[in-house]
């Protein structure tokens, strides 16, 4: 069973640019969520992803998109970047419909940095 | 309203015990979580707890929640320096789809 995995890993880019990030889901899983970690908070939650569609969101403004694809695995696009959206992307998976938790599992996260 | 509250330091001894405390706001918070994150990583689930127990215990892991109190905490017994992270709770409301998660509790252990 292979985990959650993220790309970059780390990334650098400028204000006003356009940034595309990567997640490939655990296996069996079909709900991808994104998280925001700046340096020394807690993850923020962006949007969640289930069956290709945008499944709910956090207070983020609309320069953060996203999509998910047939294989479940996602992607979180970000407009017009901003210093401020130097963090930690985090993306978790979960299988929705579980009748445990819909416990989310991480990746390792991308290390955006944004000059 | 949503918010989840951590303090932000704890230092303990090797082989000593580490409490890690967590308050939460939302009274209809369904699962309460606890992830783990060392440096440059990402999180790594701990362990859970439903909001219809008072305790639950995974090895070196004891979960202990007060719900009347909305008080949540993580002991973990026998310390190691291995165990040296930030210490994240969570919270998840049934019918949502968002972990709400606390500011960490950076866990310092001396050898």
């Known amino acids: 069973e292979t985990g959650v995995t993220q790309s970059p890993t780390h990334l650098i880019k400028t204000r006003g640019q356009q940034v595309t990030l990567r997640c490939s889901s655990q296996?069996?899983?079909?709900?991808v969520s994104w998280y925001q970690q700046a340096l020394g908070q807690g993850p923020q939650f962006i949007f969640q992803?289930?069956?290709?569609?945008?499944?709910g969101r956090g207070n983020f403004p609309p320069r953060f998109s996203g999509l998910q694809f047939p294989n479940y695995s996602s992607e979180l696009n970000v407009n017009a970047l901003e210093l401020d959206d130097s963090a930690l992307y985090l993306c978790?998976?979960?299988?929705?419909?579980?009748?445990?938790?819909?416990?989310?599992?991480f990746g390792p996260g991308t290390r955006l940095t944004v000059l | 309203g949503e918010d989840v509250e951590q303090s932000l330091f704890l230092s303990v001894r090797e082989g000593d015990s580490s409490v890690i405390n967590c308050t939460y706001t939302?009274?209809?918070?369904?699962?309460l979580y606890w992830y783990k994150q060392e440096p440059g990583a990402g999180l790594q689930l701990l362990t859970y707890i439903f909001s219809n127990m008072d305790m639950k215990q995974d090895q070196r892991l004891t979960v202990l929640l007060n719900k009347k109190d909305k008080h949540l905490s993580l002991r973990i017994a026998d310390t190691q320096t291995g165990d040296s992270a930030i210490y994240f709770c969570?919270?998840?409301?049934?019918?949502?789809?968002?972990?709400?998660f606390g500011t960490g509790t950076r866990l310092k252990v001396l050898a």
């Open positions: 939302d009274s209809s918070s369904t699962y």
């Open positions: 969570a919270e998840k409301t049934s019918g949502t789809y968002k972990y709400i």
């Open positions: 978790a998976s979960s299988q929705a419909g579980d009748s445990s938790t819909d416990t989310q599992y």
């Open positions: 296996s069996g899983h079909n709900t």
């Open positions: 992803y289930y069956r290709e569609e945008e499944n």
